[in-house]
């Protein structure tokens, strides 16, 4: 396997008696997509801050395209890109004006700045758009102008922090196509999210949850990992569904999903029986074939057996 591109070991913030990062260790392929997921507060944005030189550790090493990212900073730093969650974008400038401010950031001029500006954009599709003033644009455009602005120096390793959040379905798809653009062109992809059907498109992540490390690797990993099958359970009397199938032995969890309750079973027990004792109880529904847990069941079982061991 090569080097990985991005290596943390240890990682840690604390704020005053509060440690937001605990001993965090991961590592980043060159031209993956590494999906970082965890609940609001987990310390995603902070482990990208510290990545990224804005916020200093509190212990812990990284090693990026092979430097070490705390002590050789200046030699690493200008090979990274950072989209905070927080857009950085000047609303009171146009498309074109912030990607020139961005670019002379980054070291560019000239013909070289206005040709990375152009490409950006079009590679973006906000091309267009490059006259309007930041404000006049809908949340989906301003995110793709910030993607551009962050890759206007071709970085190696992008950290994307939230970049979808309040992005409609078909430009949330537009914004991982231009994603797997830029990882095609070489790039490598830290991104954060709370949309478990973009993580499932991630090469591997990482939760996060009260700063800890608590499950990595590929999405189909983490969920054969659980050593679950689900089924999902449809019936116009799901929370009762719900109650008696949490009474019931041989049912590792039952959690709602809209007006359904999905069921968890050990992976190699045949639901049949586990089902016929729950009509015999008198409940009619209909259930779906058993299948692999979503990322979604991992996330809610995470968070629960921590909150259970609180
Ligand atoms: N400068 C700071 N001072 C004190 N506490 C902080 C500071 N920055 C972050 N925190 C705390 O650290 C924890 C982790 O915050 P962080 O922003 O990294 O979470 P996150 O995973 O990015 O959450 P979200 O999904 O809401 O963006 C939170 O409890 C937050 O309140
Ligand atoms: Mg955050």
Redesign the pocket.
């Known amino acids: 396997m090569a080097e990985p591109i991005l290596s943390v070991q240890g990682l840690t913030r604390r ?1 005053g008696a ?1 440690t ?1 990062v605990s001993e965090l260790s991961f590592e980043i392929e060159p031209g993956e997509i590494f999906g970082f997921l ?1 609940p ?7 482990t990208i801050r510290m990545l990224c030189g804005v916020l200093a550790p509190s212990a812990g090493q990284a090693r990026a395209l092979g430097r070490d990212l705390f002590t050789e900073a200046d030699q690493v730093r200008a090979r990274m890109g950072y989209m905070s ?1 927080k857009s950085s974008l000047l609303t009171d400038l146009t498309v074109a004006e912030n990607l020139r401010f961005f670019g002379g950031l980054y070291g560019l001029e000239g013909s070289r700045l206005s040709g990375e500006v152009e490409f950006r954009l079009r590679e973006m599709q906000v091309w267009e758009e490059r006259d309007l003033m930041v404000s006049a644009l809908s949340t989906g455009e301003r995110q793709r102008v910030a993607l551009a602005s962050a890759t206007l120096h071709r970085p190696e390793i992008l950290f994307l922090d ?1 970049p979808t959040s309040g992005v409609d379905p078909l430009r949330r798809r537009m914004f991982w196509e231009a994603m797997d653009e830029l990882v095609a062109t070489g790039m490598s992809i830290l991104v954060t999210t ?1 949309n478990l059907a973009e993580a499932d498109q991630c090469d591997r992540l990482a939760f ?1 949850l009260a700063g800890k490390l608590m499950a990595y690797g590929r999405p189909g990993a983490l969920k054969e990992a659980l050593g679950r099958q689900v089924v999902e359970l449809r019936s116009d009397q799901f929370r009762e569904l719900q109650s008696e199938a949490r009474r019931l032995s041989g049912i590792l969890a039952a959690e709602l999903q809209g007006r359904a309750v999905r069921i968890s079973l050990p992976a190699e027990v045949d639901p049949a029986p586990v089902l016929a004792r729950l009509r015999n109880a008198g409940f009619a529904f209909e259930a779906l074939p058993s299948e692999l847990p979503s990322l979604e069941d991992l996330f809610v079982d995470l968070v629960q057996r921590s909150r259970a061991a609180a």
Do not use: L
């Open positions: 704020f509060f937001a965890g609001n507060g987990a310390g995603k944005s902070s969650q939230e709370h996060i």
